[in-house]
């Protein structure tokens, strides 16, 4: 019984520090990268797969329900409101024109404001 909870210790350090790297490389990315989406890209992606990495580490080192379910609770919450965020993030600073156009490969936003005859900047 001691190796199986060494082992789940073990295996709890190991995503922890995986976690926090990830983590760490996002907050090093949002100050580094120069524009918006890039943060954006910088903020969303490793934050969010640190922090369920992070989570696993606490359910193998905690092991009881009650951990467990408020941690996946926690990370599918982070799961599902990450990118909605970063999207309306993103259309945000697009709609105010903090986006560099030169940068984009495909700019399909701006084909369905003038579709629809909005101003970008509202």
Known sequence: MTTLTAVLDAAGAVCLLLGSFLCLAGAIGLLRFPDTLSRLHAATKPQTLGLILILAGLALTL??????????????????????????????????????????EVDELSDALERSGSDPTH
């Open 63 to 104: 092991r009881t329900w009650a951990a467990l379910t408020t941690l996946v609770l926690l990370a599918a919450t982070q799961f599902f409101t990450s990118p909605v965020s970063a999207h309306l993030v993103g259309r945000a600073a697009y709609r105010n024109r903090r986006v560099d156009s030169g940068t984009l």
